[in-house]
């Protein structure tokens, strides 16, 4: 028995679905990113559309039609596809809450296939450049400011325009070393969960991005986060996380943490763009517009470098909340200790006890090795890892320093200082045992002496247990924006 007939309509086409068939007109549109207000444009949409895609799907896209009006003359052109069961479309299954463990797996393999063979090349990678991501947000976000007021709220649109800008401006880095990585492919560029047909001999992937190559040229995450935001978007985090991991783990490809959210924001953003010009046209769209772009700004947010200090004096604890953060974040742990005896040729755990300002500890060898830490996060900072410098941060002027640093890398900048009292300070001090440490409590009482204030960091409690400690540190990290003294404004 065939299935019925149906007609489904998107932004740019219109789809008739007819017994095994199925005949995709384009719409004369002109959206700005595309325009099909020409027959020759639409046939050319459809030819590119077939050749395309049969990258992908060959068995699917089986030609171009050509539709005449009563006296013989071309008047419009259709794409000829074979009709995939409705029934197995991902999006449907994700939606029906159907578990697709399975599914997502095959999906990740297949996608991880086609960017292994996928065609490279210098025009291919410039846009994998900072500039050129730039260029592509910035087409979004006017687009957004765009529908300000009829289906966006300006303060959501100038949150995200203010996080996106910032984290590309100073991650650029991270976006050469990806190029020269050769992540950079001329990928799918539009996928999403409805474009992914689960049959049994494995998935099918439909519906690649035809009409301008440079917005499908593009790094091999940012294709993989696409249909991760959308699984997010029909089936909650937990989806999008598993098929990132999942593509990772084929791909054999590591990403900071901060990319990965950037990416998917990029994404929901667009997509927001899309339900709002749907929304224009009198569909419906405005409500998922809203919901979108409020996932963009959560990854956006989730997704900005930081640079967070974790300081006090020996024995409150700060190296273990300082390895805590890292641990939840994701982030590159810096400490002090360790690193003063590498610039010395020193294992971390060899002893190098001194009075305070004596030996390893005296001015210049502080001083060195605080410029020592910050070059090494300058560069982490750069390639988009966030990074916990673990220290006293007793001296003001050092803390200006990576204050500065934060301000030059656009990373928000977190400061905590660890607290606990000398009961219960002095005996885990004397308690060390491997520790890169050499404080003692003599040291410890003569440095809270010489300790300048630091009334711009929060103070984390240390005196009960560590992971108490921990999660309010974790949660200080996650504040609000302004905590950090930074002012997010809009155009």
Same mark, same amino acid.
């Given at each position: =028995?065939?299935?019925?007939?149906?007609?489904?309509?998107?932004? @740019?086409?219109?789809?008739?679905f007819v017994d095994d068939r199925v005949?995709?007109?384009?719409?004369?549109? *002109?959206? %700005?990113?595309? *325009? #099909? @207000? @020409?027959?020759?444009?639409?046939? !050319?949409?459809? !030819?590119?559309e077939v050749a395309l895609n049969a990258r992908l799907s060959p068995e699917v896209y089986l030609g171009v039609e050509t539709l005449l009006d009563p006296d013989g003359a071309v008047a419009d052109h259709f794409v000829l596809m074979r009709r995939m069961p409705a029934e197995r479309g991902l999006g449907v299954l994700v939606r029906a809450g159907v578990r697709v463990d399975d599914e997502l797996r095959a999906v990740a393999r297949r996608l991880t296939a086609f960017h292994s063979m996928a065609r490279r090349g210098d025009e291919i990678t410039r846009e994998g450049r900072a500039d050129a991501l730039?260029?592509?947000?910035?087409?979004?976000?006017?687009?957004l400011h765009r529908h300000v007021g009829r289906v966006f709220d300006h303060d959501e649109v100038a949150r995200v325009t203010a996080l996106a800008t910032r984290f590309l401006a100073g991650r650029g880095d991270l976006f050469d070393l990806r190029c020269e990585a050769g992540r950079i492919v001329d990928g799918h560029g539009d996928l999403l969960t409805d474009d992914v047909v689960c049959l049994r001999m494995g998935p099918v992937i439909l519906d690649c991005l035809e009409f301008d190559d440079r917005l499908r040229y593009l790094d091999t995450l940012d294709d993989a986060a696409f249909?991760? =935001?959308?699984?997010?978007?029909?089936?909650?985090?937990?989806?999008?996380?598993?098929?990132?991991?999942?593509? %990772? !783990? #084929?791909?054999?490809d590591t990403w900071p943490v901060a990319l990965g959210h950037h990416y998917r924001a990029y994404r929901a953003?667009?997509?927001?763009?899309?339900?709002a010009v749907r929304a224009d046209q009198g569909g419906p769209g405005?409500? !998922?517009?809203?919901?979108?772009?409020?996932?963009?700004?959560?990854?956006?947010?989730a997704g900005q470098v930081r640079l967070i200090l974790v300081g006090g004096l020996p024995? +409150?604890?700060?190296?273990?909340?300082?390895d805590g953060i890292g641990d939840r974040l994701g982030a590159v742990v810096v400490s002090s200790d360790p690193l003063r005896k590498e610039l010395a040729g020193?294992?971390? +755990?060899d002893p190098a006890r001194a009075g305070y300002g004596e030996g390893l500890y005296r001015a210049e060898r502080r001083a060195a090795t605080y410029a020592a830490m910050r070059e090494r996060a300058a560069a982490l900072l750069a390639r988009g890892e966030s990074v916990v410098l673990d220290a006293s941060w007793t001296d003001a002027q050092e803390r200006a320093r990576a204050t500065e640093l934060a301000r030059a890398a656009n990373a928000e900048l977190t400061c905590l200082e660890c607290r606990a009292p000398r009961e219960i300070t002095e005996p885990r001090i004397r308690g060390r045992r491997g520790s890169a440490s050499d404080a003692t409590p003599l040291v410890a009482a003569v440095m809270s002496l010489d300790a300048d204030p630091w009334p711009e960091a929060t103070v984390i409690d240390t005196a009960g247990p560590a992971e108490a400690a921990i999660e309010l540190a974790v949660a200080e990290v996650h504040a609000p924006i302004a905590h950090s003294g930074w002012t997010v404004v809009g155009r």
């Open positions: =028995m065939s299935a019925p007939a149906a007609v489904r309509e998107t932004h @740019t086409a219109v789809l008739w005949h995709k007109l384009k719409k004369p549109v *002109d959206l %700005g990113f595309c *325009d #099909f @207000t @020409t027959v020759a444009a639409r046939r !050319e949409a459809c !030819e590119r730039a260029h592509r947000w910035q087409g979004v976000l006017d687009g249909l991760a =935001m959308d699984l997010e978007h029909q089936g909650g985090p937990a989806l999008g996380e598993r098929f990132l991991a999942l593509y %990772g !783990e #084929f791909s054999g953003a667009t997509r927001a763009l899309v339900s405005a409500d !998922e517009a809203r919901d979108l772009l409020g996932l963009g700004r959560r990854h956006l947010e024995g +409150t604890g700060k190296t273990t909340v300082a020193l294992s971390p +755990t």
